[in-house]
């Protein structure tokens, strides 16, 4: 499918965000522990030159900011990446798809930043064959084997690494995003496995907030979904610093809430409850608030596609960055779970025109983003520090 017709086709959209938004006191922000952030400095005096691409893969946008990555430095000249299945989220991405997408942003970011000292990456995916779908059955084979070659090339995006943010607040109801912005963004995606296609058609646009919106509803409902999103979140400068990943909360609402036991992270908040209604407006106001769509698809769900997602994904939204323009994915309507299954329908339908996914390989919509002119910067989310991911 060209991206010309897939445009077309897809004329609406949908989707909706999940996670950190809908969270419970995130309207107000107080700044997160500089140790916390020190990864968006860069490596600094670093010189080994594979720990340095590290320091730049390490920012990488991923699903609850878990950064499930380990990374093998004790053969030569390589930089071997496995997915830490201590940090699978397998209520709400049970085969996790969107945690493998985050690979694929961390594997770009990894050759962008060798390519920038001059060294190429010859990136072999899953060099012991692709994990499976069911996360009972993995074990631990490598994601990618990245081989150090001459020759890297500088990339221009790389320039944004450091100041990406996935802007997910305040989005400028008065500053439209044209169609040229949307087919900048589009291009710079630079895949042949990964389709890309966007809308600021405003019945098409309507559309999907509509889904995004709904799904976002469902997301905050299933029990077992937001006491997995609760236990990810990071509360308080200490908590933040202990854990530097997750859904870190500095306001004084959240850390207030946690000190006089009014919020239960163990517990789904009651309907009607100060959490829930957060979390309710969170959805309301964000897909309210969104300016247009962008979409990624593949042509069927294999785990190499998947990585492809993420590899594009970061790519889009450097570019992004580097516009100006939020890029914020929602992803609950994209979420496999049995509560889900009709948005999941509906956003295929209205993206793509073809049902959901059945089979690993139908074409399946993988990511789905908002996008705007952000009124406020948003701050740089936690990272860990290299040492901790790194085997060497
Ligand atoms: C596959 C994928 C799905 C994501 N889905 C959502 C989402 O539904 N809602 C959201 O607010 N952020 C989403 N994000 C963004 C992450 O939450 C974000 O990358 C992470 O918290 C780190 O923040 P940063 O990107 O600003 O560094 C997603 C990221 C990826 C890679």
């Known amino acids: 499918m060209d991206r010309r017709n897939f445009v077309r086709l897809v004329g609406g959209g949908v989707i909706t965000a999940v996670t950190v938004g809908a969270l419970p006191g995130c309207a107000s922000f107080t700044a997160f522990p500089a140790q916390a952030v020190e990864a968006w400095n860069g490596p600094g005096a670093e010189t080994d030159v594979r720990r340095r691409a590290v320091a730049f893969a390490i920012t990488a946008p991923n699903p609850h900011n878990m950064q499930p990555w380990i990374v093998d430095l004790r053969e030569r000249d390589v930089i071997t990446l496995y997915c830490d299945k201590e940090r699978l989220l397998a209520e709400s991405d049970p085969y996790a798809r969107q945690i493998l997408i985050g690979h694929g942003c961390f594997i770009e970011l990894l050759a962008q930043a060798l390519g920038e000292q001059g060294v190429g990456a010859r990136v072999k995916l899953w060099p012991q064959g692709e994990l499976p779908m069911q996360l009972t059955a993995w074990d631990q084979r490598p994601v990618a084997r990245i081989e150090l070659t001459t020759g890297g090339q500088r990339d221009?995006?790389?320039?944004?690494?450091?100041?990406?943010?996935?802007?997910?607040w305040g989005y400028d109801m008065a500053r439209p995003v044209s169609a040229d912005a949307v087919k900048t963004l589009l291009a710079s995606a630079g895949s042949t496995i990964v389709m890309t296609g966007g809308t600021v058609e405003a019945?098409?646009?309507?559309?999907?907030?509509?889904?995004?919106?709904?799904?976002?509803?469902?997301?905050?409902?299933?029990p077992r979904v937001v006491i997995e999103t609760l236990g990810k979140l990071r509360i308080g400068s200490a908590e933040i610093i202990a854990h530097r990943d997750g859904v870190a909360l500095t306001n004084f609402l959240a850390r207030f809430a946690d000190t006089f036991g009014l919020l239960d992270r163990k517990a789904v908040p009651a309907l009607g409850s100060p959490a829930d209604r957060q979390m309710?407006?969170?959805y309301v106001t964000t897909s309210a608030e969104t300016m247009g769509w962008v979409w990624l698809v593949t042509d069927g769900n294999q785990r190499t596609q998947q990585i492809h997602v993420g590899r594009a994904f970061v790519r889009m939204q450097l570019k992004?960055?580097?516009?100006?323009?939020?890029?914020?994915?929602?992803s609950q309507a994209l979420q496999e779970y049995p509560e889900m299954a009709s948005y999941f329908e509906a956003a295929h339908q209205a993206v793509i025109g073809k049902p959901a996914p059945r089979t690993a390989s139908d074409t399946t919509v993988q990511m789905l983003c908002r996008i705007g002119y952000t009124t406020e910067p948003t701050p740089a989310a936690p990272r860990r520090p290299v040492a901790s991911i790194v085997r060497a």
């Open 156 to 168: 221009p995006l790389f320039a944004h690494v450091l100041n990406r943010r996935t802007a997910r």
């Open 203 to 222: 019945a098409a646009v309507q559309r999907l907030r509509d889904i995004a919106r709904e799904a976002g509803l469902v997301d905050k409902a299933v």
């Open 280 to 282: 309710t407006e969170m």
């Open 320 to 330: 992004a960055t580097e516009m100006g323009l939020g890029l914020h994915p929602m």
